[in-house]
């Protein structure tokens, strides 16, 4: 079954029954029902597109606002956001292809599933921890793109989202019909969800902070495709404010603040020199398995060239 909603109010109702799944741009849901990956399989998926006014981007009180039905591609062109809050724009813009970001939505990035070949095999061939099983079949399989900074609840697979260091790094909100959730916090390694959204909860809008006088944001992706692929490491830092932010993504199984980056690069004028530090630093606590090795090397130079695009 399909439905189309018309309120919060209603999704929060049909998602109740524990049997119905909530769908935006179904760009990720999608491909999770035709392959049949999960061990539960939803009887109705209700659309949030319809529900009137969660689709916007505004300014106000120094806060941008985002809603959550809004597309990745009137973020990636908004001139507010490119302006001011450059990593993120950057980000949207690198997801995916035209198509994905015309249909994707914010809400739906930050929620999206893991790319963990094991668990995305159809049929749910391989019934790994991250849905109930005992098993991580990367651990000793095919792990070259996994997490490099070790596992999470057993699982090593990596977050694969773009917008979610750039959120991190902007200092973000999530607002969700129940609260609000620092976008630091917002991320988790649960069976199977990659969020601490509890069963039904409903992202409403994003919160980003305006960037303090001077403060200057940028996002980079390393991805092995450029015109549609997932993110091999990617990278979004926020300097030249109070403190520096940064925060790389696909290194971890969730986003993972380079807060010893940060703490080499504090009060430091930033340059060649400097970036560089802040970069070894970013890596400092690596323990690849050894197919994921070369993400290391990755994720260090991501660091020091965002810095260094960001000024
Ligand atoms: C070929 C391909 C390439 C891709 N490449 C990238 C990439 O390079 N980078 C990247 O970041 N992503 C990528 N994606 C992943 C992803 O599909 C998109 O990024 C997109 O943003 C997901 O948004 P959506 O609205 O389509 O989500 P949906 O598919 O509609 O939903 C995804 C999940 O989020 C939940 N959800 C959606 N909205 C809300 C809400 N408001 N509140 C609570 N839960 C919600 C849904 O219930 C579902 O569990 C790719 C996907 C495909 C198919
Ligand atoms: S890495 Fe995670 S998702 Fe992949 S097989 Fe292991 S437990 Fe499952």
Redesign the pocket.
Known sequence: NHTNAGSIAEIRTALADGKT???????????TLKDNILRDYPLTVIN?KPVPGLNYIKEEKGILKIG??TR?ADIAADATIRKSYTALAQAAS????PH?RD???I???I???HRCWYFRKPENRFDCKRKGGNSCFAMTGDNRYHSIFGATAGCIAVN????APALIALDAKVVTDKREINAEDFFDVRQPGNTV?EQG????EIQVPAPLKGAKSAFIKF?LRKS????IVNCAVMVGGKDPRICLNAVAPKPYRAIKAEEALDGKKINEVSASAAGEAAVADARPLTAAKFKVQIAKTLVKRAILAAV
Do not use: H, K, Y
């Open positions: 799944a909530l769908i935006a741009g179904g760009t990720d849901l999608v491909g949030l959550a039905a990745l690198r997801v995916a292809s994905i249909m994707g939505t809400g739906g990035n929620s999206q599933l694969p989202s773009d917008t959204l909860e409903i992202i409403t991805a549609i692929d997932f993110p």
